[in-house]
């Protein structure tokens, strides 16, 4: 018998069990389920760490549990939903069952749905959700080609590209941040915090985190965090990755987006690694034109639904 029931919190045999749930799903699909904000309260389920605003759906069949949701709901405006079900349990119920019980959650849930699998626009569509957003994931190399020779980095007259230096730096890149994607619904409110989360990251070398200074004035005008993902069951070898890049927009026809970009690339290729993602909201014409110009193309599509 199929049952399901919403916790704050697991005891350490139910996060176990969770995150085996989530590595079956990652191995079947080729790509994980959860963002990685969500994969960071994964990691912290049964040791009572973790955003106070998460919620974890547990559904069971009998000892054995079959489908998962996470709920954050610390955006009350704005509450996002991500789910997994075992692979072998497809297309038994389980997937309705968890989108019910979110929906009866919170009403207003808006779901991801990472590597846009078939069977989540048959389920988004069950309870009235549309499709809403697109977020792109593009690959350097395009898939089955070379990845063409990097443009040389010129950096813009007036401005110089350093390291970040941490425990001095990370007020000024918040400020950058929070101007550059006022917009966005997600990198829009960053705190110190959340800096200094990123920096406690296993990933996170400050020598990859390049930031754009105003010689003049010594003003912050833009950031590039790069990131190595370590081998994983989704990940067959080393890659890099254009984690953000953030311009002021006080900065903007200066040329910084594009040498910020260029000096993580070349950064990244100085480790040795052969291939470099990035994600970009499939509406940004101008980025994505950018990246193209740079080599990368679309290799996977995330999708966004809500009612």
Same mark, same amino acid.
């Given at each position: 018998?199929?049952?399901?029931?919403?916790?704050?919190?697991?005891?350490?045999? /139910?996060?176990?069990?969770?995150?085996?749930?989530?590595?079956?799903?990652?191995?079947?699909?080729?790509?994980?389920? *959860?963002?990685?904000?969500?994969?960071?309260?994964?990691?912290?389920?049964?040791?009572?760490?973790?955003?106070?605003?998460?919620?974890?759906?547990?559904?069971?069949?009998?000892?054995?549990?079959?489908?998962?949701?996470?709920?954050?709901?610390?955006?009350?405006?704005?509450?996002?939903?991500?789910?997994?079900?075992?692979?072998?349990?497809?297309?038994?119920?389980?997937?309705?069952?968890?989108?019910?019980?979110?929906?009866?959650?919170?009403?207003?849930?808006? *779901?991801w749905a990472h590597g846009d699998h078939p069977g989540a626009g048959h389920l988004a569509t069950r309870v009235g959700r549309r499709r809403a957003r697109e977020l792109w994931r593009m690959r350097r190399p395009a898939p089955g080609h070379e990845a063409p020779p990097l443009p040389e980095l010129v950096v813009p007259d007036g401005i110089a590209i350093a390291p970040l230096r941490v425990g001095h730096d990370?007020?000024?890149?918040?400020?950058?941040?929070?101007?550059?994607?006022?917009?966005?619904? /997600?990198?829009?409110?960053?705190?110190?915090?959340?800096?200094?989360?990123?920096?406690?990251?296993?990933? *996170?070398?400050?020598?990859?985190?390049?930031?754009?200074?105003?010689?003049?004035?010594?003003?912050? =005008?833009?950031?590039?965090?790069?990131?190595?993902?370590?081998?994983?069951?989704?990940?067959?070898?080393?890659?890099?990755?254009?984690?953000?890049?953030?311009?002021?927009?006080?900065?903007?026809?200066?040329?910084?987006?594009?040498? =910020?970009?260029?000096?993580?690339?070349?950064?990244?290729?100085?480790?040795? =690694?052969?291939?470099?993602?990035?994600?970009? /909201?499939?509406?940004?014409?101008?980025?994505?034109?950018?990246?193209?110009?740079?080599? *990368?193309?679309?290799?996977?599509?995330?999708?966004?639904?809500?009612?």
């Amino acid at each position: 018998m199929v049952t399901s029931r919403w916790v704050s919190t697991t005891t350490p045999q /139910e996060a176990e069990q969770v995150r085996a749930l989530v590595g079956a799903v990652a191995a079947a699909d080729g790509v994980d389920a *959860f963002a990685e904000p969500a994969r960071r309260d994964i990691a912290a389920l049964g040791t009572g760490a973790g955003r106070a605003g998460s919620r974890h759906l547990l559904v069971q069949d009998g000892a054995d549990l079959v489908g998962y949701a996470l709920l954050d709901l610390e955006n009350a405006d704005d509450p996002v939903a991500e789910l997994a079900v075992l692979p072998e349990r497809r297309r038994q119920g389980v997937g309705a069952a968890v989108v019910d019980a979110v929906v009866a959650e919170s009403p207003a849930a808006r *779901f991801w749905a990472h590597g846009d699998h078939p069977g989540a626009g048959h389920l988004a569509t069950r309870v009235g959700r549309r499709r809403a957003r697109e977020l792109w994931r593009m690959r350097r190399p395009a898939p089955g080609h070379e990845a063409p020779p990097l443009p040389e980095l010129v950096v813009p007259d007036g401005i110089a590209i350093a390291p970040l230096r941490v425990g001095h730096d990370e007020d000024a890149v918040v400020a950058v941040n929070n101007r550059a994607f006022s917009w966005h619904p /997600e990198q829009s409110s960053w705190t110190r915090a959340d800096v200094e989360e990123i920096e406690a990251e296993p990933w *996170f070398d400050a020598a990859g985190v390049l930031l754009g200074w105003d010689t003049v004035t010594g003003d912050l =005008l833009g950031f590039h965090f790069t990131k190595v993902h370590a081998v994983s069951p989704t990940v067959p070898e080393p890659l890099g990755e254009v984690y953000v890049v953030g311009v002021d927009p006080a900065a903007q026809g200066r040329g910084l987006g594009r040498a =910020l970009t260029l000096a993580g690339l070349h950064h990244l290729a100085g480790r040795g =690694l052969r291939t470099t993602l990035l994600y970009v /909201e499939g509406d940004n014409a101008p980025a994505i034109a950018t990246y193209r110009r740079l080599g *990368f193309e679309r290799d996977a599509v995330d999708v966004s639904y809500q009612r």
